[in-house]
């Protein structure tokens, strides 16, 4: 299995964590006032953006576009209402999507994240909707501390796969870490999912 920074070449490397990164999904949701420190977000509603009102969040390098995969504010609040903006993707590029933790899976087991909308199939790479979805934390590669993720190679025929191998590293008594590696596809119909080992 590739580590990044073994020698092997990877198509791309990933960084992710919440202490490692500019701009991670955890700093980002916080400084918008979507969560707290402790919150645990399983799950992320879509929403049909409107530009005027909605509020893209920058997570890792990009800046969410309508019709780009990407993390958006629902509109702030009336002040005093009680309610706090919401993290959404675009319904426009994705349905509803649910979180998955790569390393708590077995390898072979698979998970399904959600579906990329019929036209944002044909219209968005899917590498980057990949990559969105390992920036924004959707795909968890790591339980505390970070991950390194290789992207070792990615198939484009009949659908969309991408294969990663890595490392997560994380706090019991001391720090660990372990070997990651995992799948993510795109069906040629939109199915997001993801396979561990």
């Not at 530009?51 to 800046?63: C, H, K, T, W």
């Not at 309610?83 to 979180?99: H, I, N, Q």
């Not at 009949?158 to 706090?171: I, L, N």
């Amino acid at each position: 299995m590739r580590q990044p920074g073994d020698g092997h070449d990877c198509l791309e490397h990933l960084t992710i964590g919440r202490h490692h990164v500019e701009r991670n999904v955890w700093d980002v949701l916080g400084a918008a006032g979507i969560l707290r420190p402790h919150d645990r977000w399983e799950f992320v509603p879509a929403a049909h953006i409107d530009p005027a009102s909605y509020i893209p969040l920058q997570v890792g390098a990009s800046v969410p576009v309508p019709g780009g995969p990407g993390l958006w504010s629902t509109p702030p609040p009336p002040v005093g209402s009680g309610f706090t903006p919401e993290g959404v993707v675009d319904a426009a590029v994705f349905s509803p999507l649910v979180r998955v933790d790569v390393p708590r899976i077995q390898p072979g087991e698979q998970r399904v994240i959600g579906r990329l909308a019929p036209a944002a199939v044909r219209t968005v790479d899917h590498r980057e909707v990949v990559r969105f979805l390992l920036q924004a934390e959707v795909v968890q590669t790591y339980w505390h501390i970070h991950a390194e993720c290789c992207l070792e190679r990615e198939d484009r025929t009949d659908g969309y796969r991408a294969v990663f191998s890595g490392t997560h590293w994380y706090v019991t008594n001391s720090q660990n870490f372990d070997p990651l590696a995992f799948t993510l596809s795109i069906s040629v119909d939109g199915l997001i999912e993801v396979r561990a080992g």
